[in-house]
């Protein structure tokens, strides 16, 4: 008898827990992608943010730039990618810069970062836009870390974002974290 009440406690407990994540799963107008199924309980970040550590030091100030166009949100060509740029201005001119180039998004947790890619450069304090001294970019192997996917968009205007903890391997070791919120701007004329 006892087990019966503990298995009716249980199962009382389990569709309270699956009502509220339910609830909070449905937010209005989620775009979730192919595949992706219902709505997320996970929230979107409310802006682009990040961090970027360069052999283990954090690079400070930091500049967040949506990288796939102006605006709040900053809006992408395409419905399931994002992308960022950061900068530190230097003393006497020069700049600090990585890119991050999230591709093949879909809604999940761990999604592969097969197709995305981070790019580290460093400009020097001259005048007349002189080349990087310093470029490197992380791509498949050398590309490790987490990719989370709260939303993809579906029609324009959705949004498209996520988290995301990347580690670049190779001279120098680069780690760009953060949270990213764009919007898709749809098809545009002439095919961009």
Known sequence: MNRLRSLGSLLSSLLVVMGLATACGSGGGSAT?????????LVCPSHD???LFVDGTEVLPLQVIGGGGTGTPPTE???????????????????DEAFVYLRALVVG????LAQSSAEYRVYPPSDGGSPPTTDV???GAQL???LN?????????????????????????V????????????PQPGGG
């Open 49 to 51: 943010e990040a961090r």
């Open 149 to 173: 996917v709260i939303r993809v968009a579906v029609k324009p205007g959705d949004s498209i974002c996520g988290t995301f903890d990347l580690t670049g391997q190779g001279t120098p070791s």
């Open 144 to 146: 490790t870390g987490t």
């Open 109 to 112: 947790s761990g999604v592969s």
């Open 77 to 95: 060509a395409s419905p399931n990618e994002a992308s960022l740029i950061l900068s530190k201005m230097l003393m006497g001119g020069g700049e």
């Open 175 to 186: 780690r760009i974290t953060g949270g990213f919120h764009h919007v898709w701007k749809g």
């Open 137 to 139: 970019i992380y791509a």
């Open 33 to 41: 992608g192919a595949g992706g199924g219902g709505g997320s309980s």
